[in-house]
T-cell receptor, first 116, second 114 residues
């Protein structure tokens, strides 16, 4: 019964660098979501996976952002050529069933990304 | 684009006061509605949800919310707040049959004075 875990909890990087953020969903959860939360704002949807495939990536802000979930469990959010505006808390959530909007999403603690 | 609006950014109340946090959304079709809470230092947690049926839904810790379709609103209420209710509250909407993504409001920070 562990919850959603995210690593690292904090990441400080320099402008232009590449970063990877990892999410471990609750075991058995087939849907996985990434959100971004900027200071003073609510979470903003980025992408979600059903199994291994990205079912909806409409929230990714540009092509510097990419996410994978190769085995249908752990997911990695990848950000290339980071910019100061990418600084935010990146949240991951998982839910139990495929293709349903009726299932509660369980959120992880987030990764706080700071781009200097 | 669909959006969610929370009327208050920061609410300060004394213990035992009544609480109402406003939430409005912009979408004319069928929606699922949620309130999430984030206590200091903790993860986002689901407080309550509405999918269908009785528009008055009850959640954990004495919270309730009322869905008023004609007003596109889903306001959160609690008759008597406690110091432990100090947290940030987020309203969220899911568009029916468009997958599970949530559209969040900007959040309301609630501070309860003992």
């Amino acid at each position: 019964g562990a919850g959603v875990s995210q690593t690292p909890s904090n990441k400080v990087t320099e402008k232009g660098k590449y970063v990877e953020l990892r999410c471990d969903p609750i075991s058995g959860h087939t849907a996985l979501y990434w959100y971004r939360q900027s200071l003073g704002q609510g979470p903003e949807f980025l992408i979600y996976f059903q199994g291994t495939g990205a079912a909806d990536d409409s929230g990714l802000p540009n092509d510097r952002f990419f996410a994978v979930r190769p085995e249908g469990s752990v997911s990695t959010l990848k950000i290339q050529r980071t910019e100061r505006g990418d600084s935010a808390v990146y949240l991951c959530a998982s839910s139990q069933k495929l293709a349903s909007s009726y299932n509660e999403q369980f959120f992880g603690p987030g990764t706080r990304l700071t781009v200097l | 684009a669909q959006s969610v609006s929370q009327h208050n950014h920061h609410v300060i109340l004394s213990e035992a006061a009544s609480l109402e946090l406003g939430c409005n959304y912009s979408y004319g079709g069928t929606v699922n509605l949620f309130w999430y809470v984030q206590y200091p230092g903790q993860h986002l947690q689901l407080l309550l949800k509405y999918f269908s049926g009785d528009p008055l839904v009850k959640g954990i810790k004495g919270f309730e919310a009322e869905f008023i379709k004609s007003k596109f609103s889903f306001n959160l209420r609690k008759p008597s707040v406690q110091w432990s209710d100090t947290a940030e509250y987020f309203c969220a909407v899911n568009i029916y049959n468009q997958g599970g993504k949530l559209i969040f409001g900007q959040g309301t920070e609630l501070s309860v004075k003992p």
